[in-house]
């Protein structure tokens, strides 16, 4: 076990991220289960919102799996250039898609033992779409979830899938959801990689780091 922090600091944690983010959910716009794992898929190394702009496009000329699957790769790769690693994501994109034709009837599965088989889709793709599309509690360990994971004490592991389970070891499973999702607004708000804003920090009194790290 990585985790610093004690059980009561965990609580701690869980309940003064609730009080300020109250409501949360993704922010990536979709319209169905494969819109946001292909959304998903596209928001590495890129930003919410330009990931929306993308899809909004995306999306009108290719709504589902066949139609995505059945696209042009060059379209594609047009469409996403501007989320960065285009070349890669589009093969991905297209390939995923065709997956989901040929081996689950176009229907997106639920289990992560699937999810995992499709092309560009790890475990924390795979735990958007559970948690947000099928209501399945899940931690999804994004780079805000990995950094104010090692900054709060709750693990010291490098690899996400380790800080993922981690995690589900310490926090209540009814929570694992919202958590994620508090981490990401939090880390985005307040907890910043480079300058992190210390002084309106409302975990600062028992935040083991308290600085970048």
Not at 62 to 68: E, F, I, V
Not at 143 to 150: D, E, G, K, N, P
Request: aromatic fraction near 8%; charged fraction near 25%.
């Amino acid at each position: 076990m990585g985790s610093k922090i004690s059980a009561k600091n965990v609580a701690v944690i869980l309940e003064r991220l609730s009080a300020r983010y109250p409501v949360v959910k993704t922010q990536l716009n979709h319209g169905s289960p494969f819109q946001l794992l292909i959304a998903t898929i596209m928001s590495a190394q890129c930003t919410d919102n330009q990931v929306n702009k993308v899809t909004q496009v995306l999306f009108y000329h290719y709504p589902d799996a066949r139609t995505l699957s059945e696209a042009p790769l060059d379209d594609i790769k047009r469409i996403i250039y501007s989320t960065g690693f285009y070349n890669n994501k589009a093969k991905n994109i297209k390939a995923c898609a065709r997956k989901i034709i040929t081996d689950f009837n176009g229907v997106v599965p639920e289990d992560i033992k699937s999810l995992v088989t499709l092309p560009g889709v790890g475990r924390k793709t795979a735990n958007v779409v559970r948690s947000v599309c099928f209501g399945v509690e899940a931690i999804v360990v994004d780079t805000h979830v990995h950094r104010l994971s090692r900054r709060l004490g709750l693990s010291d592991k490098k690899d996400p899938v380790k800080v993922e389970f981690e995690l589900m070891e310490i926090i209540p499973e009814s929570s694992w959801n919202d958590i994620s999702l508090r981490f990401i607004y939090f880390g985005r708000e307040i907890c910043d990689a480079k300058k992190p804003l210390c002084g309106s920090c409302p975990l600062y009194d028992i935040c083991p780091t308290r600085g970048p790290g």
